[in-house]
């Protein structure tokens, strides 16, 4: 059996009239029954971005073999309210917490520990609690409760460290996720409405929609489960409510096409389904492969996030091109109430998109060039932005603990909020000591432990400069060096070293992974146009729109938020979204204009193309955009970069790139676009207007015809 036998009996399948009851049954029941399969599946979640072979992902791998393995350390921070010095008072306060502090988390406790300036203490409290989240909850909540029974008039005080950031993280994203699927939700419902303008069809495409999002969410967890991978839920959600949506909106666009030729709705259904579905699957191989490649990614949190949101897209296409014809053919044409399509009824197609695409295609240098200053100019948004947060940065709303941290670092040598740790062979110890306390910077190396059989020393390293500066990456780069000269085996990680390691496995994988994403788009439109110039032309197009996005990003991020930098993730993640997403619109419109230009040739191919797809492409990228800004309202500054750069770069790309640029660059190359192939219409313009500008003719889009069938 033939592919195109096969599809037309899949078509007919899926949208006749006992076929439609059939397949929407067994796609419930389908779905259904894996939601029962994975629903006892936790959500996965994690953001680990340092690799474990690296240099810190050794050192905290080995924190095994000392005996404090399961401490942990919470630090108690008090500072006066008005701003000046703590009084004697106040430090026999703070030093009366101690003990109290000790009862509640059964650990023990030291200080308070006066700063220089006199208008800061610290109480450091060592807890055990090793890889147990709801012992480290436990012990945080205990200690602010102990200081919350215990206050001192006019001293603020906070509790910070590694797992009261952990803590707060969680705590953060209570009931975060449900407020981003019902934020979701809303926003597609209404940009539906406003694209369909009825009161009912919206309703069809969401609810499969948001079948797939549930089915997605328990299989990426139970996958995460299996595999133990780290990824962010609430980006698979999006990214599945986007994608889908966008699928969707493309199949009832058609739909609503051939409901205007055909009296019976499951013939235009089915007709629907076959014109799109390689425009829809192309789409969706496009993403999906790109996000495979970040199988290669060294960051465990961006490896994790690859696999789910592949995951997810495949679970989003199968709903789309499965669950939802049958459900379209089940309703018939009244969904489409109260401006329902019926043969010679709906007015000449087109208007103001027919409008746009033949002023274009009939003027194509001016969109061009325009087009492209506005992307070089967004890119240059870039310049000067710094790559990588702090951990008090990372918060959009501040916690206790960023706070405490913040107060740590102005009155503390600021290596103090995150220093280094070397771990070295015993005998080496006071070489490895004496040689990185000669690097300049280095404020303090103290000697903390030997590992349980002794031949491991570990030591703790405070640095000047201010955590996560350049100048800290350069230090924590000496002290390697250093240490490593001294002995061998030295390894430096802590959270200074680990600040560092993200950093290079951030740029190491935008470096491995960015052109493989290239790649992959250009093999997909070489594979779907079956040409070579387009592919490349357009590559290149998306490419720079993708880098003008990232630019916009953060110029936006820095003038509307403050944004001092981007997170380590996001170059990577908005770009390959940009570029794998963004290849979306070029394909609905160009897959479009390839069947046209098969009528009437490329140039009014190209505007009847427009006409048909302006609308569609329109709405999917507003509703694409309106997803990733819910993004914004996770308490992560991470997820709202990208929510912001990803919404921005869409639009960009939806209103300017695939309405000025693509018209006009086709215009300008014309049929030979399409080489090595060709492309005959089988009726040409009335005016010979595909013909190329060499040979004397222009294209007088005013003469254009409508396609062919």
Request: contains cysteine; aromatic residues 4%.
């Amino acid at each position: 059996m033939g592919v195109h036998r096969f599809l037309d009996l899949l078509s007919h399948r899926l949208t006749s009239r006992r076929g439609a009851w059939a397949s929407l049954a067994l796609g419930i029941l389908a779905f259904v029954a894996l939601l029962g399969a994975f629903g006892s599946a936790d959500l996965a979640s994690g953001g680990d971005t340092v690799p474990a072979q690296s240099e810190s992902g050794q050192v905290a791998a080995l924190a095994d073999e000392f005996a404090d393995a399961d401490d942990q350390t919470l630090l108690v921070v008090a500072s006066r309210a008005d701003g000046g010095e703590l009084t004697p008072a106040d430090v026999d306060a703070l030093s009366a917490l101690v003990p109290e502090i000790e009862s509640a988390t059964d650990g023990t406790a030291s200080g308070p520990l006066p700063s220089e300036d006199g208008e800061a203490a610290v109480i450091t409290s060592t807890i055990a609690i090793g890889d147990d989240d709801g012992a480290a909850e436990h012990a945080v909540d205990a200690l602010r409760a102990v200081i919350a029974e215990h206050p001192i008039a006019g001293v603020s005080v906070q509790v910070t460290g590694g797992a009261a950031f952990g803590v707060d993280v969680a705590a953060a994203f209570d009931g975060a996720d449900f407020t981003l699927l019902l934020v979701t939700i809303g926003i597609v419902a209404v940009l539906l409405i406003a694209t369909y303008r009825s009161p009912v069809l919206w309703l069809v495409p969401l609810a499969v929609v948001a079948l797939a999002d549930q089915l997605a969410s328990k299989a990426t967890a139970a996958l995460g489960t299996a595999f133990d991978l780290q990824f962010d839920t609430g980006i698979v959600s999006v990214l599945v409510f986007g994608a889908g949506t966008n699928y969707a909106l493309l199949l009832v666009s058609r739909y609503r096409e051939e409901l205007v030729r055909s009296e019976d709705h499951r013939d235009a259904l089915a007709r629907a389904w076959r014109a799109s579905l390689a425009a829809i699957t192309a789409s969706n191989v496009t993403v999906v492969v790109s996000l495979a490649t970040l199988l290669l990614a060294v960051a465990p949190s961006t490896r994790g996030l690859g696999i789910a949101s592949a995951l997810g897209l495949v679970i989003a296409l199968v709903a789309v091109l499965l669950v939802l014809p049958p459900a379209l053919a089940v309703c018939g044409r009244g969904l489409f109430w109260p401006l329902i399509p019926r043969p010679g009824r709906v007015p000449k197609r087109g208007g103001a998109w027919r409008a746009i695409g033949a002023g274009v295609v009939a003027r194509p240098v001016l969109p061009v060039v325009a087009g492209l200053l506005l992307l070089v100019v967004s890119a240059t948004g870039l310049l000067g932005m710094p790559l990588g947060l702090s951990q008090s940065e990372r918060f959009r709303v501040p916690s206790e603990s960023a706070v405490g941290l913040d107060v740590l670092g102005e009155h503390f040598t600021p290596g103090e909020a995150e220093p280094m740790i070397v771990i070295t062979d015993a005998a080496d110890e006071d070489a490895v000591a004496d040689a990185v306390r000669a690097v300049p910077g280095v404020e303090r190396v103290a000697p903390v432990a030997e590992s349980t059989d002794g031949a491991l020393a570990r030591l703790l390293v405070v640095g000047d400069a201010e955590p996560g500066s350049p100048e800290s990456l350069q230090l924590v780069r000496e002290v390697r060096d250093a240490a490593h000269e001294a002995s061998v085996g030295a390894l430096v990680g802590g959270p200074a070293g680990a600040a560092l390691d993200a950093r290079d496995a951030s740029v190491r994988d935008f470096v491995l992974i960015a052109p493989l994403v290239l790649l992959i788009t250009f093999l997909v439109l070489v594979v779907l146009l079956r040409a070579l110039v387009a592919p490349l032309l357009l590559l290149v197009v998306n490419a720079l729109s993708a880098i003008a996005a990232i630019g916009a990003g953060a110029w936006l991020g820095r003038a509307l938020f403050g944004w001092s930098a981007l997170d380590l993730q996001v170059p990577l993640l908005a770009f390959l979204f940009l570029v794998a997403l963004g290849v979306d619109y070029t394909i609905f419109l160009v897959h479009r204009a390839r069947t046209e230009a098969s009528a009437v040739g490329t140039r009014p191919g190209m505007v009847n193309a427009v006409a048909a797809t302006g609308a569609v492409i329109t709405s999917a990228g507003v509703v694409l955009a309106g997803v990733f800004a819910a993004l914004g309202l996770l308490p992560l500054v991470t997820l709202g970069q990208i929510g912001l750069i990803v919404g921005v770069g869409v639009l960009v790309d939806t209103l300017v790139v695939r309405t000025l640029v693509v018209p006009a660059l086709f215009s300008l190359v014309g049929r030979r676009m399409w080489w090595p192939g060709r492309i005959t219409p089988r009726a040409a313009p009335r005016d010979g207007g595909d013909r190329d500008p060499e040979e004397g003719v222009s294209a007088d889009v005013s003469a254009l015809r409508e396609p062919v069938g």
